[in-house]
């Protein structure tokens, strides 16, 4: 077994305990939400993440009832022999419904790659939500993984709800970086997903125009991805 399929399934087995503390807490209307994931490839933004390998996710946030939150969130990652293995994201943000139908989210999220510290980037995000259905992001960074490169990154999705607790969800994105530093590319998805309770599965297909292949090569190729999760 790889090194970062091992340090995947240490994160989910170290996010157990906060979970069961959490659903304990859920009962007395806790701040706390999170989550345990398994996902059959980790994309992100059109391009795979764990070598387009299986790997374990978790998460745990803490809201406050102003609207402001904190949390981390952690995945296993494979870029090429040596480190990372991990992949450790910080946050914290503040989200409020600007209306019944408006919704506002701005999140700072520090991007962490234990053994691999050269990679590490903040971002910064705001997104807004209309209806409950449709989103729209803008998210910059003046460091992009650990360039010093400035990137942008505009995107816009939806998710309908569907009879049964089905929903389809779909998404485009545009990463907009220094010429220097990488041609800009779109990527996007579409995907189903279900619910039962505190289970989720998700099937998802992701792809990228032809930038973003010539980028990442076959880390960008169309794919279908899988993800079961467990979470309040």
Do not use: C
Not at 127 to 134: V, W
């Amino acid at each position: 077994m790889k090194p970062f399929k091992l340090a995947a399934l240490a994160i989910a087995l170290l996010a157990l305990p906060f979970a069961s503390l959490a659903q304990e807490a859920d009962e007395a209307a806790s701040p706390l939400t999170w989550s345990v994931a398994a996902v059959s490839d980790y994309v992100w933004r059109g391009a795979s993440q764990s070598d387009e390998n299986p790997t374990a996710q978790a998460g745990l946030t803490y809201t406050s009832s102003s609207g402001v939150y904190a949390g981390v969130w952690g995945s296993g990652v494979d870029f090429g022999p040596g480190d990372p293995d991990l992949e450790v994201d910080y946050f914290v943000g503040y989200n409020v419904d600007l209306s019944e139908s408006v919704n506002f989210d701005v999140l700072l999220n520090r991007y962490s790659y234990p053994g691999a510290a050269d990679l590490n980037f903040n971002e910064l995000a705001a997104t807004a939500a209309f209806a409950e259905t449709y989103r729209l992001t803008v998210a910059y960074s003046n460091d992009f993984g650990g360039s010093d490169t400035d990137a942008w990154y505009f995107a816009g999705g939806a998710s309908w709800g569907l009879p049964n607790d089905f929903s389809l969800d779909a998404g485009v994105g545009y990463s907009k970086f220094d010429s220097a530093y990488s041609d800009n590319y779109v990527d996007w998805n579409i995907g189903v997903s279900k619910s039962w309770g505190l289970f989720t599965a998700a099937l998802g297909y992701h792809g990228v125009d032809g930038n973003g292949r010539d980028i990442f090569g076959d880390l960008a190729d169309d794919r279908l991805v899988l993800t079961l999760s467990l979470g309040n």
